[in-house]
Structure formats: structure tokens, C-alpha cells
């Protein structure tokens, strides 16, 4: 069986695509198994943190399956796209927590919430990177 020679710097690439989907999937996990307390911490209903890390774990899920089947340019400007809204809705709702408002917290988690669902769905709908063509 024939394997496909992958450069160094694709490896890489393939590998910080998994640890960010792994890196979801964890935080999803957190999320669900402590939704009441860190909801309370972070001033937020529990369903929230909830469907949060339900939202994180298919994200995290789809991106760690799709990482062979979608160009490494397709996942990394979702990706940087994700992280790049993740720090401004975390730096607003530290401003409005800061500020008084209950609302920071929603702000930050709700992000993740929809933000998880909108990389999923933009990464399946994205199209297949073609297989690489097979030795003769």
C-alpha cells in the first residue's frame, strides 16, 4: 500500500486544524459537566452553558472529522474568523461586566453558542478538497 508523502509544514497545519477541534470539544465538556456553576460564575442560565458546549462539541466534532476532507485554507479562515469574534464578544463582555451590566457574560457564551453552530455548518457546506491522485 502506497502512502501519501504529507511536507512537514502540512502536517503542522493539519495538526493545530485537530488541537482546535480538540480544544472545542474539551471546553465543551467543561461547559456540560459544570453548566450550573459556571453559569452562575459567569452570570448565565445553565441551558445556555448547556446548549453552549452542545454547540462546541459538534463544532469541535465536525472539524476534527472534515480536517482530510476540506482544504487547510477553508478550515483555517473559519477558524481565525471564530477566534477573531471569540476575543471581541470576551472583551465586550468584560466591558459591560465591568460596567455593571448582567449582560456580559450571555454576550460571550451566546457567541459560542452561535458562532459554533455558523463554523459547522459554513465548514459542511464548504466543498470536498478533490483526492489526491493515485500512483499508477
Known amino acids: 500500500m502506497t502512502r501519501a508523502v504529507v511536507p512537514t509544514a502540512a502536517r503542522w497545519t493539519l495538526a493545530g486544524i485537530v488541537g482546535d477541534g480538540v480544544f472545542k470539544v474539551v471546553l465543551a465538556a ?22 453552549s458546549g452542545v ?20 478550515c483555517l479562515r473559519l477558524m ?17 461586566a465591568r460596567r455593571g451590566s448582567g449582560v456580559g457574560g450571555e454576550v460571550w457564551v451566546g457567541y459560542q ?17 478533490p483526492p489526491p491522485p493515485t500512483p499508477r
Open 55 to 74: 454547540a462546541l462539541l459538534a463544532c469541535g466534532g465536525i472539524e476534527i472529522r472534515r480536517v482530510r476532507d476540506r482544504s487547510a485554507r477553508t
Open 113 to 129: 453558542a452561535a458562532a459554533a453552530v455558523a463554523f459547522a455548518g459554513l465548514l459542511l457546506a464548504a466543498a470536498p478538497t
Open 30 to 51: 467543561v461547559y456540560l459537566a459544570g453548566a450550573a456553576p459556571l453559569g452562575r460564575l459567569l452570570g448565565v442560565s445553565g441551558w445556555l452553558m448547556a446548549v
Open 80 to 96: 481565525a474568523a471564530y477566534d477573531i469574534g471569540w476575543v471581541v464578544t470576551a472583551a465586550v463582555g468584560f466591558l459591560l
